[in-house]
């Protein structure tokens, strides 16, 4: 359902597949939300495993609105993620790569 190529990441909430991607305005919202940083120290405590839960959801609720939902952090908050924190963190990470790399052979 999700194309990697195009930046989608694919999460299932309470059972239901979905689409998230960081699209600018996600972005946007998720720099305009961060306390402390930039999206750039955002990556950075990525690639050194220094993230925290606040991280995660932040980037999680801002894919999701990129992909298209309608809900708000709090709501992430009520749903199950399909395999729990530790798909939340992997989902959170594959946003940042995806809306960073250039798929090759472009």
């Known amino acids: 359902m999700a194309n990697p190529w195009t930046g989608e990441v694919a ?3 309470d059972g239901e ?3 998230a991607k960081l699209t600018l305005g ?5 720099e ?5 940083g930039t999206l750039i ?3 950075e405590r990525f690639e050194a495993g220094r993230f925290s839960t606040r991280d995660v959801l932040m980037l999680v609720v801002a894919g999701l609105r990129g992909g298209g939902w309608t809900g708000t952090a709090a709501d992430l908050l009520k749903v199950e993620i399909g395999g729990g924190p530790v798909e939340a963190a992997r989902v959170a ?11 090759e052979g472009l």
């Open 11 to 13: 999460i299932r909430l």
């Open 17 to 19: 597949a979905r689409v």
């Open 26 to 30: 996600a972005l946007a919202e998720l």
């Open 32 to 36: 305009a939300g961060l306390q402390t």
């Open 41 to 43: 120290e955002l990556v």
């Open 93 to 103: 990470a594959e946003l940042l790569a995806r809306a960073f790399t250039v798929p």
